[in-house]
């Protein structure tokens, strides 16, 4: 009985040393708390923001406005062709195309009124001339809004003519004080020489075609 003691003894102490060893070798479980963030923000935080710059609006596409005038015979002449008008922001492209005439210089000009029904339209009245100035050049200072000049017509009588002025000069804005749209293209018989007043004395009018604005295809 005495030996059943001793026994149980020595395996009892065997027993709790070896729980004792499995305590220290096993490491003890810790939950790392880091440490609570006391600033206000990050140092990219406390940099002062780039400001956005607003996109640039992309430029709006010139709008194109044309209107022509379709030019028929008067005063028993035989001249017709058609004088086109395209105007884009500040300048107002003229291109004129006649034929029927007689070789050599003619006065073109825009008339004050769309009304070609006269035999020698007369009922397109005088020069367009919206700023009450004296008739001249369409290079020189002073001109009326409608002193085109001079057209030239070859051997065959064909004319054609292209040339670009400011919106200045004349213009298709409806607002405009020097619109020409509803007015008359008039082709003279004679030279325009561009000084004698109040028309350059350029003889009788052969061709007229009233100026209507032409709706985009």
């Known amino acids: 009985m005495r030996n059943h003691i001793v026994l149980a003894s020595l395996f009892l102490a065997v027993c709790v040393s070896s729980c004792k060893k499995d305590e220290k070798t096993e490491p003890e479980k810790t939950s790392e708390t880091k440490p609570a963030d006391t600033k206000s923000g990050t140092e990219t935080d406390k940099q002062p923001a780039t400001p956005v710059e607003p996109a640039t609006p992309e430029p709006k596409p010139e709008t194109t406005t044309t209107a022509e005038a379709t030019i028929a015979a008067a005063s028993d002449s035989k001249v017709e062709g058609s004088v086109t008008f395209t105007m884009k922001g500040d300048s107002v492209s003229v291109h004129a195309k006649l034929s029927g005439l007689e070789p ?11 009304d070609c029904s006269a035999p020698d339209a007369k009922s397109a009245g005088g020069h367009f001339n919206p700023h009450t100035v004296d008739h001249g050049g369409p290079e020189g200072d002073v001109h009326h809004a409608g002193d085109l000049g001079n057209i030239t017509a070859n051997e065959e009588g064909v004319a054609e003519l292209t040339v670009d002025l400011p919106t200045s000069f004349l213009s298709l804005a409806p607002d405009a004080d020097n619109n020409i749209v509803g007015r008359a293209v008039v082709v003279h018989g004679g030279v325009d020489d561009l000084k004698s007043q109040p028309s350059g004395a350029a003889g009788p009018r052969i061709g007229c075609g009233v100026i209507e604005i032409q709706k985009p295809e």
């Open 104 to 114: 050599g210089d003619h006065g073109f000009h825009v008339h004050e009124k769309g």
